[in-house]
């Protein structure tokens, strides 16, 4: 069965630090794979996705991902944290064949920022 | 930016209680969902609809729980006899085609939170 794994429930950075929120997932194909960022009060806003091709992808907000099949992760990056990225991160994964028409959720990781 | 907009944003009901949340979706969109995000767990699947009808549901949608397209833009999440444990962020979403194919991207509202006393 499908699953998506994120191992950190919280994490805590300075600001001007880089980040990784690591994400693995459990698929038998090579799944379609994202990043969504609750904020609070806010809802699920898309930071990116991964659907074939670059391993490595670009989204909003200056967050990367790179997508590693041998070890079935969808880690996030950020080179440099700001305050404003405080918020709960979800990765997610939908299946391939035919297309999807659901997403599988991690438990999310709560990002903190000291200042 | 279009946006999927939901109503209300909290709404507090006595167990047993009949509750509509409601949502617009992405006007062009064609594929609606609703998904659910019980405190401190997990964000759920709870069904998705295209074409006036139901494609796939979870587990978790049962008989209490109905959806509805009731005119060209609204789309409708009933608890038909609410419980304690229906107590969650409900989110609806919507994607312009099938989720995945052709790269297309599920969009989430802000959800509604209810709370079940």
């Known amino acids: 069965a499908q699953s998506v794994t994120q191992p950190d429930i919280h994490i805590t950075v300075s600001e001007g630090a880089s980040l990784e929120l690591r994400c693995n997932y459990s698929y038998g194909a090579t799944p379609y794979l994202f990043w969504y960022v609750q904020s609070p009060g806010q809802g699920l806003q898309l930071l990116l996705k991964y659907f074939s091709g670059d391993t490595l992808v670009q989204g909003i907000k200056g967050f990367e991902a790179e997508f590693k099949r041998s070890q079935s992760s969808f880690n996030l990056r950020k080179p440099s944290v700001h305050w404003s990225d405080a918020a709960e991160y979800f990765c997610?994964?939908?299946?391939?064949?035919?297309?999807?028409?659901?997403?599988?959720f991690g438990a999310g990781t709560r990002l903190a920022v000291h200042p | 930016e279009p946006e999927v907009t939901q109503t209300p944003s909290h709404q507090v009901t006595q167990m047993g209680q009949e509750v509509i949340l409601r949502c617009v979706p992405i006007s062009n969109h064609l594929y609606f969902y609703w998904y659910r995000q019980i405190l401190g767990q997990k964000v759920e699947f709870l069904v998705s609809f295209y074409n006036n009808e139901i494609s796939e549901k979870s587990e978790i949608f049962d008989d209490q729980f109905s959806v509805e397209r009731p005119d060209g833009s609204n789309f409708t999440l009933k608890i038909r006899s609410t419980k304690l444990e229906d107590s969650a962020m409900y989110f609806c979403?919507?994607?312009?085609?099938?989720?995945?194919?052709?790269?297309?991207?599920?969009?989430f509202g802000e959800g509604s939170w209810l709370t079940v006393v």
């Open positions: 979403a919507s994607s312009e085609a099938r989720g995945g194919t052709s790269g297309n991207t599920i969009y």
């Open positions: 997610a994964v939908g299946a391939q064949s035919g297309g999807y028409n659901k997403l599988i």
